[in-house]
């Protein structure tokens, strides 16, 4: 059958797309969704180090949620990455707005101060992880040293050994690292906000609290639910630093441990034990997996409800 | 409501002077207008009344008092932005009570006045909805309700009718006369539109490159303009400029017509001066007759009340405005002659000369 001009566009159209789809799919099909099913299958099985057992159903999930060894281990961890997300959200995600605002006012050398802020943010997170633990060193860490030069003696600890104070410490330097991206991204969202509506608000008679709460706040939404959204998250998928700064075994006595620390030493184990079990660390990275995507979808829905058209 | 005072005021961003010294009396009620093509300095001017701007020099005074470093939310006045600037996360009715709700007034004061206002602007049934399910007027009118339910001392207005069609500018425009002519509240308002001006204020302040230019009621500044600024930008369409130089008969044109004038204008002959003639101050006369402007029509433009023609004379086009029915072609030969007690004589600065 002879093919008219139009269906021979149509095709020319459609092999073109294909052309550009296909090498993308492909690509993405033998580097990212396999693995992830992988290790998603990985989770049914019983291991011996690298070598594949029996079929076992849900036994490494049980055994990861429920059992006597592992569930302690687990539920300690993930209290702890909450603990990480209510504080970052408030130190890294707050802290990032109010600086924003700072910005936004354009005080003086504020171009400098724009660049400054999220220098930390393109840094190395290994040598962030670094710098904190030296700066925490109770020897000769700079922030003892303060404290002692100020005499203020009795405050000096050593942070990253003292179980109260270790999480803490971890918290603020993933703050310190993150917080001019939170900044950054709200200053965009506040410069987005016309003029004219601050404004008003000003002409209205706001103190400077009540613009930034009935005014700025709600209008900065879309970056609220992009911030709020990627600190989930990262708060829950949260490695590098502690892995860095304290260790795989979220020392001291297990007050940093953090889910992907209980993976990595579950999954591939570490030098104190010398485990290695796949079946339960995928059986972990899944349940991670699917409580991320579940909450984070959710969290997105309800925050993108606050958002506004201008 | 109160009266306002513009004492010498000055504007500088840098090196760059804005407002080069400008003194405006604002009486208590009154509507004036600030006009000017843009860059003019009018909206500084409006914004350093409102505290949104610095004052580099002078003093504003609201009032009794001087508020050159009071706070825009204590000057007690209200604005109405060009955008409107509604809270698009607020309802109608949120927006309207906002000031209120900060000055701690009671909920059920703030139903009330933001219930009275609503009514009067006919927004009453717009109450529970958001800026952004409301038409351009609606918001406009929001913006105006939101200004109202203050009762402010001063309502100042940044051009806020330049984002509407111009059907509902003319309505606008009325409504905003009629809301004053309502409230008698002391109104700044700034347009670069002249037609806003003239129909709306009892005060124009004709403004252009940081100084006023002139201050009049609108046919003061229509019939005797200051200076050939004033007199080619309030008008439309704008006065028709003839350059000639002053002898015994009248102002002889550089072809060498002479334009006969009615009364003894206070310069020596000689003078090189400029005649202004508004488009419906030229007559048509038959082609040749003496003391008239021979030219060739080139645009007919029928409005239905009257009719414009765009004709080619010496020096350039002229325009003309028939109040009767024109049966005139294009390229016909035409002679225009300027009603000579209608026209208005510029000297070389551009200042009105005046006749003896």
């Not at chain 1, 076992?56 to 603990?83: D, I, S």
């Not at chain 1, 709600?218 to 590098?240: C, K």
């Not at chain 2, 009621?217 to 003839?242: H, W």
Request: hydrophobic content about 50%.
């Amino acid at each position: 059958m002879p093919v008219s001009p139009k269906q021979a566009r149509t095709l020319k159209h459609r092999s073109w797309v294909a052309f550009l789809v296909i090498p993308s799919i492909v690509f993405m099909s033998l580097f990212v969704v396999y693995p992830i099913l992988s290790a998603f299958a990985y989770a049914f099985y019983d291991w011996q180090g690298l070598a594949r057992g029996e079929f076992v159903g849900l036994k490494n999930f049980r055994e990861v949620l429920f059992g006597a060894t592992m569930a302690p281990v687990v539920w300690n961890a993930f209290l702890h990455n909450v603990y990480a997300l209510i504080a970052l959200m408030i130190v890294q995600n707050g802290g990032g707005f109010f600086l924003a605002w700072l910005l936004y006012k354009e005080p003086f050398g504020f171009r400098f101060h724009r660049v400054a802020v999220f220098v930390p943010v393109v840094l190395s997170t290994i040598i962030v992880g670094f710098l904190w633990k030296l700066f925490l060193n109770p020897n000769f860490g700079v922030i003892n040293q303060a404290l002692y030069s100020l005499g203020l003696d009795a405050l000096a600890k050593p942070w990253l050994g003292d179980s109260s104070t270790a999480l803490g410490a971890l918290i603020l330097a993933n703050a310190w690292h993150f917080v001019g991206f939170p900044t950054l991204v709200y200053l965009a969202g506040m410069q987005r906000i016309p003029p004219e509506i601050i404004e008003a608000a000003r002409l209205d008679g706001t103190s400077e609290w009540q613009l930034l709460k009935n005014i700025v706040w709600p209008l900065v939404a879309p970056s609220t639910t992009i911030l709020f959204t990627l600190l989930f998250i990262g708060a829950f998928n949260w490695f590098e630093i502690p892995y860095v700064m304290v260790g795989l075994d979220g020392s001291p006595f297990g007050t940093t441990d953090v889910l992907g620390l209980v993976f990595y030493r579950t999954a591939f184990g570490n030098q104190s034990a010398s485990i290695q079990n796949f079946g339960l660390g995928s059986a972990l990275a899944t349940l991670l997996f699917l409580f991320i995507v579940v909450f984070a979808s959710m969290l997105t829905l309800w925050l993108r409800r606050r958002e506004i058209q201008f | 409501m109160a009266n306002v005072a513009i004492r010498d005021v000055r504007k500088s961003f840098g090196a760059v002077s804005i407002i080069k010294g400008v003194d405006v009396d604002i009486q208590d009620g009154e509507f004036v207008i600030l006009v000017g093509p843009s860059g003019c300095g009018k909206s500084t001017l409006l914004r350093m009344i409102a505290g949104l701007e610095d004052i580099t020099g002078g003093d504003i005074r609201i009032g009794s008092r001087i508020v050159n470093d009071v706070p825009p939310k204590d000057r007690d006045i209200a604005m109405v932005f060009q955008s409107y600037a509604l809270y698009p996360h607020m309802t109608v009715a949120e927006n309207m009570a906002f000031s209120l709700k900060l000055k701690g007034v009671s909920q059920a004061e703030q139903k009330k006045r933001v219930g009275d206002a609503a009514a009067s602007l006919g927004l009453t049934p717009l109450l529970d909805r958001y800026p952004r399910q409301l038409s351009g007027g609606q918001r406009q009118r929001v913006a105006m309700g939101r200004a109202i339910v203050r009762d402010p001392q001063v309502f100042l207005f940044d051009e806020p009718l330049s984002n509407l069609d111009a059907k509902l500018r003319v309505q606008m425009r009325a409504e905003i006369k009629e809301l004053h002519q309502r409230l008698k509240t002391t109104t700044i308002y700034v347009t670069h539109d002249q037609i806003e001006a003239m129909t709306m204020a009892d005060k124009i302040v004709v403004m252009h490159d940081g100084i006023v230019e002139q201050i009049g009621a609108p046919l003061d500044l229509y019939d005797r303009p200051a200076n050939r600024f004033v007199a080619g930008f309030i008008g439309s369409p704008a006065m028709n400029f003839l350059d000639g130089r002053l002898e015994e008969g009248g102002l002889v044109l550089p072809s060498g017509t002479v334009l006969p004038l009615d009364l003894r204008p206070s310069v020596p002959a000689g003078t090189k001066i400029t005649l202004g003639i508004r488009p419906e101050h030229l007559q048509i006369a038959p082609a040749g007759t003496p003391g008239s402007i021979p030219a060739t029509v080139s645009v007919i433009e029928p409005t239905g009340a009257d009719t414009t023609l765009i004709v080619k004379a010496e020096g350039g086009n002229l325009t003309v405005v028939l109040r009767e029915r024109c049966t005139l072609k294009a390229g016909e030969a035409v002679a225009l002659r300027p009603v000579p007690q209608q026209a208005h004589l510029f000297d070389e600065q551009g200042k009105r000369i005046a006749f003896v």
